[in-house]
């Protein structure tokens, strides 16, 4: 059964960084599509960052230029780098796997904060 596992979340000021990390168990890692999604009070989730399993990314319009999906398949992590915080990416921020089988997994999420 595959698990996913977020860190790096926290409290930092407007302009700050954060990496979030994802951990998958299992060994569908390299075979799958991730995804970095986001879901702040009162919104509906929505997908910040995406990586297909051949490494091809795409982003949301707003975090275009600040934010970095990357994996490491032999570490069975995901990564975004996120740069340039804004009050606006104050989120719970979730990972996602889908795997070449349409499993559907997802991580318990992390809290970022973005104050000034």
């Known amino acids: 059964q595959v698990q996913l596992v977020e860190s790096g979340g926290g409290l930092v000021q407007i302009g700050g960084s954060l990496r979030l990390s994802c951990a998958a168990s299992?060994?569908?890692?390299?075979?799958?599509?991730m995804g970095w999604y986001r879901q702040a009070p009162g919104k509906q989730r929505e997908l910040v960052a995406h990586?297909?399993?051949?490494?091809?990314?795409s982003y949301l319009d707003p975090v275009k230029g600040r934010f970095t999906i990357s994996r490491d398949n032999a570490k069975n992590t995901m990564y975004l780098q996120m740069n340039s915080l804004k009050p606006e990416d104050t989120a719970v921020y979730y990972c996602?796997?889908?795997?070449?089988?349409?499993?559907?997994?997802w991580g318990q999420g992390t809290q970022v904060t973005v104050s000034s």
């Open positions: 990586i297909t399993s051949g490494g091809t990314t």
């Open positions: 299992g060994s569908i890692f390299s075979r799958a599509n």
């Open positions: 996602n796997l889908v795997s070449a089988l349409g499993r559907d997994v």
